[in-house]
């Protein structure tokens, strides 16, 4: 049985109400999402420090990790996990010391959408990590699972300014994180199937966020066969969907999308 996760929307941690006035001059209160830094190492080693709201900071920081192709993890062998929260701070330790070296100095990962994110010779070797998987969905599902998707509670309908991120059967959605940047939300995602051992082969990312190349990338790090979203898309994004034989689905809205590579898996 896969753990189950949502947005916790009462969680006062996450979200300040806010004095405000309107265009006509009168008091009024609204409701604006917090941010924090969130510093991320690997054993003895900074990574990075990212602004994030600060929920499953756990799950950020080993995403990130797999994700940046900085840790290869094996399902038998999954790093032991420590978050400080008086100081803000996610230790991540192996058994032995990485090959991994910082070629930088301390780089600050902002919660902006063009955040210096670093994949190192990953793209070099692109090839190497298609997506081989025949998992197949049709249109009629594709249009259910949005529909369920919008019923859920979300962070973002009560203060906008934040990016979700969902992961998927074909039937229903599975886990549902959030965050200032949806880069941040696709590595806690990620941490999410590491830690519990969730089996990609046969799941769905959606976002609310543009497919852009990072977003691709990642989900190809996740080797995730199907990723969609309501927004667009980038050039680059698409031409990296199609190297790595991943179905790219975008401007999911209604009763239309667009599919961008992978048409082969989606069937009327």
Known sequence: MIKKIKPDINNSSLVKKISVFDETGNASETFAIEEKPISIYLNDTHI??????????????????????????????????????????????????????????????????????????????????KILNSSVITAKQIFNLYKKINLLPSLYLKSGAIHGCLLCTIEEPLAFFEDVGRHNAIDKLAGFMIKEKVLPHD??????????????????????PIIASRSGFTAWGVDLARKSNITMIGRLRGRTFTVLSGNERVRK
């Open 48 to 129: 990075v420090t990212a602004m994030t709201i600060g929920d499953y900071p756990e799950y950020l920081a080993i995403g990130f990790l797999a994700n940046q192709n900085i840790l290869n993890i094996n399902s038998d062998d999954i790093p032991i996990v420590e978050y400080y929260n008086d100081i803000e701070t996610v230790v991540v330790r192996t058994k032995t010391k990485t090959n991994f070296e910082v070629q930088e100095k301390n780089k600050i990962k902002t919660s902006g959408c063009a955040n210096g994110t670093i994949f190192g010779n990953l793209l070099e070797n692109f090839e190497k990590y």
């Open 203 to 224: 799941k769905i990312l959606y976002t609310t966020g543009r497919l852009t190349s990072e977003m691709v990338i990642k989900a190809v790090m996740m080797k995730l």
